[in-house]
């Protein structure tokens, strides 16, 4: 492509700029996917299939598209229980004992997952692999 004004440069730059936004987005889906399979195949959970919709994508902003794991409000589907695997809880507590039980008893916690930093590790090559492909197809 040969420019030869100031509009064609804006027009070609505006162009490759929706091209790289478009990357950006499908590349964010294919991270989302990796992180939920993460999130599902782990080695101290099991049974979190129901609850894999919990790690989702924000909007895109500026061309950037953010990764989470706080799920949404819906009675039958508890996704908003993702952010508690993904990044663990305190130690809980009884206060009151049960019983003749002089300590308060521990309730246990959940050890963080980690699926969100684990999936993105890797996502500046597979972001870089779709937009080279978007500006090759373009």
């Not at 004004?5 to 889906?29: G, H, M, P, R, S």
């Not at 990796?34 to 902003?61: H, P, W």
């Given at each position: 492509?040969?420019?030869?004004?100031?509009?064609?440069?804006?027009?070609?730059?505006?162009?490759?700029?929706?091209?790289?936004?478009?990357?950006?987005?499908?590349?964010?889906?294919?991270?989302?996917?990796?992180?939920?399979?993460?999130?599902?195949?782990?080695?101290?959970?099991?049974?979190?299939?129901?609850?894999?919709?919990?790690?989702?994508?924000?909007?895109?902003?500026?061309?950037?598209?953010?990764?989470?794991?706080?799920?949404?409000?819906?009675?039958?589907?508890?996704?908003?229980?993702a952010r508690f695997f993904v990044g663990g809880t305190q130690i809980r507590v009884n206060k009151k004992p049960i019983g003749k039980h002089k300590k308060p008893l521990t309730k246990g916690r959940i050890e963080p997952l980690d699926t969100i930093d684990k999936a993105t590790q890797n996502g500046g090559t597979i972001l870089d692999n779709y937009i080279k492909r978007a500006l090759d197809n373009g």
């Open positions: 492509m040969n420019i030869y004004t100031t509009e064609q440069f804006e027009k070609a730059t505006l162009e490759q700029l929706d091209k790289i936004d478009k990357a950006l987005v499908a590349a964010a889906y294919k991270i989302k996917e990796n992180a939920q399979n993460l999130f599902v195949n782990n080695t101290k959970y099991k049974n979190l299939d129901r609850i894999r919709d919990g790690i989702m994508l924000g909007r895109l902003q500026n061309s950037q598209i953010k990764l989470h794991a706080f799920g949404y409000n819906d009675p039958e589907k508890h996704t908003y229980k």
